[in-house]
């Protein structure tokens, strides 16, 4: 077996691994943060269970601490009161993002993790296999259920040599984007291997297995080996180590080896994280703003990297620059061996330890600017500024960039310098912002805390057998999460499900919402028609509830996303797939389209036939629904048959 196999089997609750169908496998930990997490508890406390049944489960505050207004620190409240009375542990703003705090304080080789986060798979780096999922299937997991998922095809990535000096880890990664691409990676678990792996260490490897989101894939991991015990044991958790390793003789479905010693420095252009070029092929463009940090790079290497690299240096004057740490541990660290006065005295600008830049809550840059960052998305408007051009790179090529103030190859520009790292072989663990749980009788007396902003988890109506529906939007290839519901300035409306729904696809067409009531105030459900690979990105499942307030009933489009195909299913949105991707050119905006005895086809296992009334089409449509997920689709979402079931 190879540790995807070796994993999953010790975790398999139902149907069989090499099937090709759906499996259930036991979750053993879960992760939240606050973006997601006040819906995924709002859901969890509608299933109505006295206590979380995982093993460990923690809620973490780390995508909007700019609070603004009331609403995002009474979501705090809400988060840190659910946390007692329930048995999570918290961790408060300022204690980082959620995926390097976990791999820190909590990951465990040959364990599972579900995330309300995309990138819950930095945690494969660990050797766990950690999956992103909407807050609604990370709520099932709290309460015991167990998650889905097709059995997955594991695609062998094997790493052999030894990097260069300046080439990193986001090189591998974005390298491996440029081959795989974020499109028809559906249905993979990557499993990393080879000689390579005896120098890259825990926090390189999460790099690596956090930007694998980007692929599209169900997660990525690494095998345990003794780099992650040396890890574990400078973090005080040696007890948590197991040797986790593929067969000798292990089989794969697909593989790819990239060769390390070759490898150039990469950078991912606008406005895609597969747009890949090497940096020399773009060097000497003019850079306005370079940041460090997000959840892919501001471990305390990165961080230590930045320091001695910024050593007696000034960044170029038309460079604004600012480094977020991933978290309280690798900030303290830098306190401690004295390496944030480099940073300050080179003009950098020291920021919180969150999410911060990397999902628009701050430094959006200026008009045209040229941003490089090193967090793993560069979709158009992410940023918070839609002309702006954002480029993706190591810390090492947006340091080298932010010294001469142009886009620059860190292996030359470095190359008399030489910076020696060693892991630490003790890590400063002080919890002072990460809360126990409670003990059980102890939680009794807690209260929950709901301000003003925060509502009910919304619901569907259950299936109709024909639908009368209007084309309310035709969106192109590559649609992400970020275009249907956009982050920044309006995260603080993730518990407010009515005002939230007002920005749906705000960037791509401004009246969707207004059309999207028009369309049901005249009798009829929404249709969205899309391209190739929708739903990209985000797990955030307000791309499912959002157009599901505003009468979303079918997604008809040529591929879909994994997480946003599941977020459709559990809030009773049928996604369906042309047949013929041709016929998504005779669809128009505001065609009227039809689908008869819609639940006798589902249940009869018929490929779903869409009639289109305004032009006299008609379009097959590929249906691979479980049974499970056609029960949610019938009773018009997951959270409709919990409570039943509750
Ligand atoms: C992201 O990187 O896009 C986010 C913000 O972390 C999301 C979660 C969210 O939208 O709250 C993710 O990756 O799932
Ligand atoms: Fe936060 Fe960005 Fe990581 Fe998402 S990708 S968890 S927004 S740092």
New binding site residues.
């Given amino acids: 077996m190879n540790v995807v196999q070796k994993i999953l089997e010790a975790h398999l609750l139902e149907g069989e691994l090499n099937s090709g169908n759906e499996i259930g496998i036991k979750i053993d930990q879960t992760l939240t943060?606050d973006?997601t997490g006040t819906m995924a508890y709002l859901e969890f406390e509608a299933i109505g269970i006295e206590k979380i049944k995982t093993e460990l489960s923690a809620s973490y505050i780390?995508?909007n601490t700019i609070q603004d207004g009331f609403e995002n620190a009474d979501d705090h409240l809400y988060l840190q009161s659910i946390a007692e009375k329930y048995g999570l542990y918290f961790s408060k703003a300022g204690n980082g993002?959620?995926?390097q705090v976990h791999l820190e304080t909590f990951a465990v080789p040959g364990k599972t993790l579900l995330g309300s986060?995309?990138?819950t798979p930095?945690a494969g780096g660990m050797g766990m296999i950690a999956i992103g999922a909407g807050g609604l299937d990370v709520a099932t997991a709290l309460a015991g259920g167990a998650f889905y998922l097709p059995a997955p095809k594991v695609l062998k990535v094997t790493l052999s040599g030894k990097l260069n000096p300046y080439v990193t880890a986001k090189d591998i990664i974005l390298k491996v984007l440029q081959l795989l691409s974020t499109k028809g990676n559906v249905g993979y678990i990557v499993e990393y291997s080879g000689n390579g792996l005896k120098s890259l260490s825990i926090p390189e490897r999460a790099t690596i297995t956090?930007m694998g989101?980007e692929l599209g894939v169900t997660t990525s991991v690494f095998p345990s080996d003794n780099i992650t015990k040396e890890f574990l044991k400078a973090q005080g958790r040696e007890k948590d180590w197991q040797e986790l390793l593929p067969d000798p003789d292990a089989t794969y479905d697909k593989e790819l080896s990239i060769d390390l010693n070759s490898l150039k420095s990469m950078i991912a252009l606008p406005h895609s994280p597969d747009n890949v070029k090497e940096v020399s092929e773009i060097a000497g463009l003019a850079v306005d703003q370079v940041l460090i940090?997000?959840?892919?790079n501001?471990s305390y290497k990165d961080l230590y990297t930045t320091s001695k690299l910024l050593d007696n240096q000034v960044v170029s004057p038309m460079v604004s620059f600012g480094v977020a740490p991933?978290s309280k541990q690798v900030f303290q660290m830098l306190t401690e061996n004295n390496l944030l006065q480099n940073i300050i005295s080179a003009g950098g600008r020291i920021l919180e330890s969150?999410?911060?830049f990397?999902?628009g809550m701050g430094q959006s840059p200026s008009t045209n600017a040229v941003s490089l960052r090193t967090?793993?998305?560069n979709f158009l408007g992410r940023s918070g500024t839609k002309s702006a051009n954002v480029y993706l790179v190591s810390p090492e090529t947006a340091l080298a960039s932010a010294l001469t103030g142009k886009i620059t190859d860190p292996e030359i520009y470095f190359k008399n310098t030489k910076i020696n790292f060693t892991q630490p072989t003790k890590y400063i663990n002080n919890n002072s912002l990460l809360i126990s749980p409670l003990a059980d009788s102890d939680r009794k007396h807690i209260k929950i805390l709901k301000g003003p902003n925060i509502g009910d988890p919304p619901i569907n109506d259950r299936l109709s057998d024909n639908l009368s529906l209007k084309c309310v939007i035709k969106v192109e290839d590559k649609i992400t999460t970020d275009h249907i519901m956009p982050?920044g300035p309006y995260l603080k409306y993730r518990s407010n499900i009515g005002k939230y729904s007002e920005v749906v696809f705000i960037n791509v067409d401004p009246d969707f919402a207004k059309n999207c009531r028009n369309n049901v105030s005249s009798g009829y459900k929404n249709i969205i028609v899309g391209g190739q690979s929708y739903g990209q990105g985000?797990s955030r499942e307000h791309a499912a509830i959002c157009p599901m307030h505003l009468g979303v009933k079918v997604v008809l489009v040529k591929s879909i996303e994994r997480i946003h195909r599941a977020n459709l299913i559990n809030f009773g949105i049928i996604p369906l797939i042309f047949k013929k991707g041709d016929d998504y050119d005779s669809i128009g905006k505001g065609d009227e389209l039809l689908i008869e005895n819609i639940i006798k086809q589902l249940k009869a296992g018929q490929s779903v036939t869409v009639i289109n009334k305004t032009k006299n089409g008609t379009y097959s449509t590929d249906t691979t629904f479980s049974d499970r997920e056609i029960d949610y689709l019938i009773a018009g979402g997951k959270l409709n048959l919990l409570q039943r079931q509750a």
């Fill in positions: 943060q973006a780390d995508h993002i959620c995926h986060d995309s990138h930095t956090n989101a940090g997000s959840c892919t501001s991933g969150t999410c911060g990397c999902i967090n793993n998305r982050a985000s």
